[in-house]
């Protein structure tokens, strides 16, 4: 019987259950317990899956008694993002469009992890659509971060975030266009990878920007990550962007490696002095640890956050065109006069503000004229942040950055769009590149608030990456159990 | 045109379905007629997080289209989005291919006043058809997403041609090519072929384009023609008066056989065409095209070569053989049975509409009957009167034509004796006829060939009947 839950990494779940001192019955309850008791407060799910847990759990510990285990996850419990469909069980985005919406099919990764027994236990709060960092772009309600309640919990993965910090799920799958998976991995003290673009499927993520998204695991520890990674990765024929197995060349390792790159582009003047400083610190355990650290330069990243809110908004306003009341979602109750007054009543009705902005953007950047300048420049500057990372990758192994600017931010403060933009600065350059990120706790801030590194890596290079990240979390000692839990 | 002072620039978009076993982006079945909504998924409606993954046997058809039109052939191409709202629509933008289609600059031979023109064709695309909306009595309107990401070629002509009898010979030229490789069933009817026509009018002798309209989605050949003429006229009466054309969608009304204002190019969407995201640049080897050219049959102009010139028959034979390719094709069929080839198309001349009929349906049992056929008659067995009575026989029924001639004693005879004596009967039984001919009558020689043939129930040689008959009016004339 577990009696702390809150103690134990999904790895050391997946000894318990397998020396069968622990059955996945009971962790699942313990998870139902705590969702029926911090939910209320925490706010990470939209829906939580009750009954089928239970009875998924108990053929997970039928399989196991007859050792016919899926797999080392099976049996442990996980949230999924409710931008990643799940066959009967209503997925959102967190939208008014999508409220009812019960998909017919589930997401390639989704069914992977059912496959290998993992038992769901319901959807979590986005930003709608995606569209966000801090969750309170959710039609619905903010999650609230679970270190410290009166701060947001970065998105747009926040709920799979705070679930996961809050041990009601022992991890959770989120999806990342520019960010969505690391910057709430480390505003909740926890990890968040995001694979190589094309590593994992596609399928069933309900599109925002379909050149730059990414689904990707959050747990407690990058050791976590290790266990969840094998299972969802890999090629899958129904998705055309996701690349052949035999064709996930490593990229070779720097002779006299490993180097960790440092780019002046990923300190720039926003920064806070808590951030860098833990930047710093986290460096001299690298230092510690044997790498070499070299400065690299990145010049072009200045045009990152730019390009990437013209390309994703372009993509977003054609992805979006499906919401039209037509064949599912929100349609509008008004008297309409014709088919367009019908779309822009449904259309208004459905989305929320910001999705709209960046509908709006994203037409004017696709737009004949002045417009499409915009988008023209965007992926010329997106061409040269790639080449600038190819080259920079013949210096280093990893370049290691701040996720964020800042600690999480207040929530429920007036911000503007372009302030919270300015927290995705050193998220989106790798998402350009479609290069993999892992985003890992590297330190405590006052008022115990965690600051999290990101770990850039060669295209699929994210065991390596791991295997980094491991090691940093072993010998610094800094994971999610440096951080105090308020909920 | 009437109107000599003036000459039009017509360029044809042709949408032609792809014949393929399941859709463009997704494994429903590509079938016309289905009961609605029965070849549909997540991918072909659009739902959220559903993927399209390229069917590779609609670029190979594709490749197949250029190659019968003498296309280059992109080693890489890609697809673009083109965005814009409609409920027919189900992803609110269509997969389509913008400046790197399949194949570019080629082109077809059309006849404009019995001389060889070729019309050039600018590119070929793939993109995905929509759904088809039905306005039901009740003044709701349905949606059949059957129809939502059937593959399409889009066939872009060069302004090319100058009349409506040009844009027909065209649009019927191109279909014709299309069936013979086999790539579309191109049924105007059911709308697998479809076209829209740009149009303009300038002076004759100038080099410059005028205002163009475009007139879309025309479903039969002669609407096309109709539309043509009524767009021009309509032109060139705006021209005479000093007026501008406007740049305008135009639609054609078959009820009053005029072109109505659809919308004003300036209201036009703005297509926001980016590159698909979703579908990756795809590939075409040179391995591929070999194939691909390997497997088009001879075409219609190889066709007419071969008819004329190897076969002899006259061109316009030639041309209605080659305007029915299953006909065509089993003439390509008997012709590998039988050394008679000529015979063959006159019979499928004598008999074009049967044949048409007939090869409809399954029409390869007809082949060998009818080399057999050919066979008797070219080698002497019978004669000409005689193998068209067991053309019909073999056409109706299932009955063989050897059989059928023994069965009934229609061999040809060649027995001089015998021969001989029905001659002597004709004459003897038709003195008139005889006294006729001697007086000068010639055709009198016609009737007593007829009465020859009645009695050898139309089985003798005519070549020993002629030389008897002669010799025996001779001996009349002498008596």
Redesign the interface.
Known sequence: MITELSKLTLTSLSELLKNREISSKEITEECLKRISSIEPELRAFITVWRENAIKNAEESDRRRAAGEELSVIDGIPMSVKDN??TAGIR?T?ASHM?ES?V???S?TVYKKLKESGAIMLGKTNLDEFGMGNSTENSAFFTTVNPIDKARTPGGSSGGSAASVFAREAMFSIGSDTGGSVRLPAAYCGIVGLCPTYGALS??????F???LDRIGPLATTARDIYEILPIIYGHD?????SVPDNLRLNAPRTPNGPIIGIADEYFGPGISDEVRSCILTALSVFENLGYRIERISLPSLKYALSSYYIISS??A??N???Y?G???GHRTRKTVKD??DL?SASRSEGFGEEVKRRILLG?FA???GEGNKY?QNALKARALIRSEFKSAFGKCDIILSPVSPGLPPLSGKERSPLDSYLEDIYTVPSSLAGLPAISLPCGVASGGLPVGMQLIGNVFSEYFLLDTAVKFETVSGINCFSFRSAV | MSEDLYEAVIGLEVHIELKTESKIFCSCKNEYGALPNTHCCPVCMGFPGALPTLNRQAVLLAVKAGKALGCGISSVSSCNRKNYFYPDLPKGYQISQGDSPVCTGGYLTIYADSVKKKIGITRIHIEEDAGKLIHDRSSSTLIDFNRAGVPLIEIVSEPDIRSAAEAAAYLKKLRLIMLYAGISDCKMNEGSMRCDVNISVRKKGSTELGVRTEIKNINSFSFVEKAIDAELARQIKFLKAGENIRHQTLRFDPETGSVVTMREKESENDYRFFPEPDILPFFITTDDIKKISEDIPALPDEREMIYTESYGLPHKDALTIISEPKVSMLLDDISRRTRYIKNTANFIISEFPAFCEKTQKDSAELAPRLAELCDLLGDGEINSSVAKKTLRVILSSEETPLHYIEENGLRMIRDEKLLKATVKKTIDENPGMASDYLNGKKAAFKSMMGVCMKLTNGSGDPVILTKLLNEALKNHHIN
Do not use: K, N, Q, V
Not at chain 1, 202 to 207: D, I, N, P, S
Not at chain 1, 237 to 241: G, I, M, T
């Open positions: 990643i469909c997925t985005c999508l919406f998909p017919p099919f997401a596609r399928f069933g993520l309900t599109a920007a379909s050149s024929p129904s998705d055309a962007a372009a993509e306003s054609s979006l065109s499906r039209d037509i064949r599912f088919i367009s779309y037409t696709l737009s004949a988008y």
